[in-house]
């Protein structure tokens, strides 16, 4: 298995695999212009540390309105 670095230059073949989803989920996602890529010519090339950013600023996390202390009681 290789090692994937920072800055590497990924098909949708093998972003598909890294990110666990079909090519059809990336290819929707790029012609709605929602993730980054590059073309290359008629190819499509995507930089990991670039995908990784967009997956960090699109998560969601739940808002935690009170936080409960291990000695109160419910």
């Not at 890294?18 to 930089?47: C, S």
């Not at 739940?62 to 000695?71: L, R």
């Amino acid at each position: 298995m290789s090692t994937v670095i920072a800055d590497e230059w990924m098909t949708v073949d093998e972003l598909a695999a890294w990110l666990k989803l079909t090519r059809e989920w990336i290819y929707d996602n790029v012609q709605a212009n929602k993730m980054p890529y590059h073309r290359l010519g008629r190819q499509l090339r995507f930089r990991l540390s670039e995908v990784e950013k967009w997956l960090a600023d699109s998560a969601s996390y739940p808002v935690v309105d009170d936080v409960v202390s291990v000695d109160e009681p419910l």
